[in-house]
């Protein structure tokens, strides 16, 4: 087993930040052929999931999280806390953590449009992430 952290500065709610050549290097790394490789972001604000890496579709992955927890509507946690992000504890419990991508012949097997992202979508303007990657084989 490998494991890695690696840091990622974010700059605000909606960005989305393309993982895969350092999911990749923590596989090349590894020297594992044949496996798993799991991402997991720590944080409830956070999620990480694939998408074709294409301005259209990140635009209506953003829409869609949006209409799914819109920033207009009352949140008790906004309501007991103050901070103003339950829409993005929301969004990131939809989306979720972490993902597991198979490793084959020592490549991450994604589709050839496929990319590991992190959403970031917290309501702060900037954040320092710690993504924890696991490589077993």
């Not at 939809?94 to 097997?109: D, E, K, T, Y």
């Amino acid at each position: 087993m490998f494991q890695t952290t690696i840091q990622v500065e974010t700059h605000g709610e909606g960005e989305i930040v393309n993982l895969t050549p350092r999911v990749q290097q923590a596989v090349d790394e590894s020297g594992v052929r044949e496996g798993l490789a799991n991402v997991f972001v720590a944080g409830s604000t956070a999620a990480v999931t694939t998408i074709e890496y294409e301005p259209g579709v990140l635009s209506d992955l953003r829409r869609a999280l949006s209409v799914i927890a819109p920033a207009d509507i009352p949140y008790a946690h906004d309501a007991a806390w103050g901070d103003g992000n339950g829409r993005s504890h929301v969004r990131a419990a939809i989306v979720g953590p972490s993902l597991s991508v198979p490793v084959i012949g020592g490549r991450l097997a994604c589709g050839t449009w496929q990319q590991i992202v992190l959403l970031e979508l917290d309501v702060r303007q900037s954040r320092k992430r710690s993504v924890y990657i696991t490589v077993q084989g």
